[in-house]
């Protein structure tokens, strides 16, 4: 099923388009329905309707490495790699060409935190921010945009402990192999109750939420191995579904990143009065830019000096648009604002706005391209830039794929 959904190899009746629960608001519900779905035909093969999927939270210093038990037959796959094993700790961030492998485990779990703040707080305010864009059944319905959180730590930790001697990293790095790990659902179980956590932290109503999302449907097999039919609405509450997650420690809710060791108002007077870089329009000439080298680029905001009333009703967002990548490669590149010192770049600081990270798929329409969005008033604030006109945007690749890679351009928005 998972690689059915997610490679695009499955082709729709009456439609030209092929169909992917990436990159869009289908990827939490869909991946709950899954594992709903396996759990109750697991619990029916071994004769206990009470069994249960644990999750792995990574997301969390104790639970940062792989999980014991996953390093043991039935649970064991030989298509990982090797130099992540336990006590390894897991990068969420992972980019298998430059990161440091040699850096220590407390300073890895401390970037880890910071990453996992940016990508469930600061960065995913608003509801495509963190769930993906709105798919609908329209020409003009049809999107392309990951949500924080399915760009990384998803993408990442696929990437992370799929094997390094595979070219796609297969099992785990790969969507159409993915699910042959057995680790595979304790990575989409703790994906599934961060969803929930999300969901308590900014207060969202998911049962008030788009009708259209709300009615959308899919097929699976139950444990009988009939065909049911279930929407969106059937898996917003996780009891009806027979399960709930143990409560954890969130430590990442309290690593807020800090600005660069330069306080924020002499990095602002030095990014003004700078000369020694390149600074691109906004606006990219018709064919894209390349990324075969960082860029920076300056973004203009139409709503500067903003009162906290505004900000409250609308999120400040950083759009990377037009974003075109071969779809057989990995690719990674990440964003940062008003960045000074280019030599101290990484989640840690609160110059990061986050990350762009493709897993190869399958059968997919090698035209579509995606967009990448942020939001960023939170960390507007913390550089005190949030009265500026304009910001100073660089984009860094972390995949020699990047000199394949090209967007359209660089604009802020504003989401209710």
């Keep these: 099923m998972h690689c059915l959904f997610c490679t695009g190899a499955y082709d729709q009746p009456h439609s030209h388009r092929p169909v992917d629960i ?7 519900p869909w991946h709950r329905m899954l594992l ?19 999750f ?24 990982r790699d090797v130099s992540h094993f336990p006590p390894k700790v897991s990068d969420l961030n992972y980019d298998y060409q430059k990161t440091d492998e040699n850096m220590e485990n407390k300073e890895r779990m401390h970037l880890n935190l910071a990453f996992m703040y940016n990508q469930m707080v600061s960065a995913a305010k608003k509801p495509e921010l963190f769930m993906g864009c709105p798919y609908k059944n329209s020409e003009e319905g049809v999107c392309d945009g ?40 304790a990575h989409h179980s703790n994906l599934d109750r961060l969803w929930e956590v999300w969901t308590q932290i900014h ?64 990095a602002n007077h030095a990014l003004k009065i700078r000369e020694n870089i390149t600074v691109l329009s906004a606006e990219i000439e018709p064919g894209g830019q390349n990324l075969n080298s960082s860029i920076t680029v300056r973004v203009s905001s139409s709503k500067f000096n903003r009162r906290k009333v505004e900000k409250d009703v609308e999120e400040e967002v950083l759009v990377v648009h037009g974003i075109a990548v071969r779809i057989d490669e990995y690719v ?9 010192n280019e030599s101290k770049m990484g989640p840690g600081f609160r ?32 550089l005190e830039a949030d009265r500026d006109e304009s910001i100073l945007v660089t984009l860094l690749p972390r995949t020699k794929s990047c000199t394949n890679t090209t967007i359209d351009g660089i604009r802020i928005e504003y989401m209710r």
């Design 22 to 28: 990436h990159h869009k608001w289908f990827f939490f």
């Design 36 to 54: 709903h779905f396996h759990e109750r035909i697991v619990g029916s093969l071994i004769g206990d309707d009470t069994f249960a999927l644990p």
């Design 56 to 79: 792995w939270n990574w997301d969390s210093p104790d639970g940062m490495a792989m999980p014991e038990w996953y390093m043991h037959s039935p649970f064991f796959d030989d298509q």
């Design 146 to 185: 990951s949500g924080t959180l399915e760009t990384a730590p998803h993408n990442t930790m696929h990437t992370w402990v799929g094997s390094n001697f595979n070219v796609r990293r297969e099992d785990m790095g790969a969507f159409y192999s993915a699910a042959r790990d057995p680790s595979f659902y």
């Design 203 to 266: 207060k969202v109503v998911l049962q008030k939420f788009d009708s259209d999302w709300l009615n959308s449907s899919f097929y699976f097999h139950d444990e009988n191995s009939q065909l049911v039919r279930i929407k969106v609405r059937d898996v917003l509450d996780t009891t009806k579904l027979r399960y709930v997650y143990v409560e954890v420690d969130l430590p990442w809710l309290n690593t807020r990143p800090k600005p660069n060791s330069i306080p924020s108002k002499i």
């Design 332 to 340: 990674k590149f990440d964003v940062y604002i008003n960045v000074v």
């Design 351 to 382: 110059e990061f706005a986050g990350t762009f990270v493709h897993i190869p798929h399958g059968k997919m329409d090698g035209d579509q391209k995606t967009n990448l969005k942020f939001g960023i008033s939170e960390l507007l604030e913390d």
